[in-house]
């Protein structure tokens, strides 16, 4: 029962940088979403999606970029790293149709040198 | 706006009971969910209120009041192991808006 897979769990980029962050569920959730969290800080929303091929921009979306291919699958693109971006991403699913609360993923911690 | 506000920073002794308030100015939320977060982990659930009242699990409770835009989770015989960051977090239709969270530390 993996629930929600994020990969990687830690991540070192150079300034410029592009890279993927992978995000799986297999729940079969409708909803996904990534969030950012800064130190002493709450999640912040980057994108999030209610099904595949939809996607929408949350609070800070500014230099990342998603898809929704499958119901399964949201990956999280940064197109050219800046040291802004270092933090903690997390992933989450949960389902519409139940109320549900949130899975999350087990994070990626990344530094942008 | 969705501003969620809660205390930065709670203290409190082992066995006793804790009650962290949670304030926010939206009627856009279907509910309300808390949440527990220990350092370096990821955010695990608490508790989810959709209508007013209390719900008690455990040793935990949580409140709501929609009109008064308020909630708390309520945590009682305190342990150790409960110092953690707990975030209240509104949810709306795909996306949720988390406050920033209390951090509780619980000591001997």
């Known amino acids: 029962n993996a629930g929600v897979t994020q990969t990687p769990k830690f991540q070192v980029l150079k300034t410029g940088q592009s890279m993927t962050l992978q995000c799986a569920q297999d729940m079969n959730h409708e909803y996904m979403s990534w969030y950012r969290q800064d130190p002493g800080m709450g999640l912040r929303l980057i994108h999030y999606s209610v099904g595949a091929g939809i996607t929408d921009q949350g609070e800070v979306p500014n230099g990342y970029n998603v898809s929704r291919s499958t119901t399964e699958d949201f990956p999280l693109r940064l197109l050219s790293a800046a040291p802004s971006q270092t933090s903690v991403y997390f992933c989450?699913?949960?389902?519409?149709?139940?109320?549900?609360?949130?899975?999350f993923g087990q994070g990626t911690r990344l530094t942008v040198v | 706006g969705q501003n969620i506000d809660q205390p930065t920073e709670m203290t409190a002794t082992e066995g006793a009971i804790v009650q962290i308030n949670c304030t926010y100015q939206t009627s856009g939320f279907n509910g309300l969910f808390w949440y527990q977060q220990h350092a370096g982990e990821a955010p695990t659930f608490l508790s989810y209120n959709v209508l007013d009242g209390l719900e008690e699990k455990g040793r935990f409770s949580s409140f709501l009041s929609r009109s008064k835009g308020y909630s708390y989770l309520l945590l009682k015989e305190l342990q150790m192991k409960d110092s953690a960051s707990y975030l209240c977090a509104g949810p709306n239709a795909g996306k949720s808006t988390f406050g920033d969270g209390t951090t509780l530390t619980v000591k001997p």
């Open positions: 989450a699913s949960s389902s519409p149709t139940r109320d549900t609360e949130a899975f």
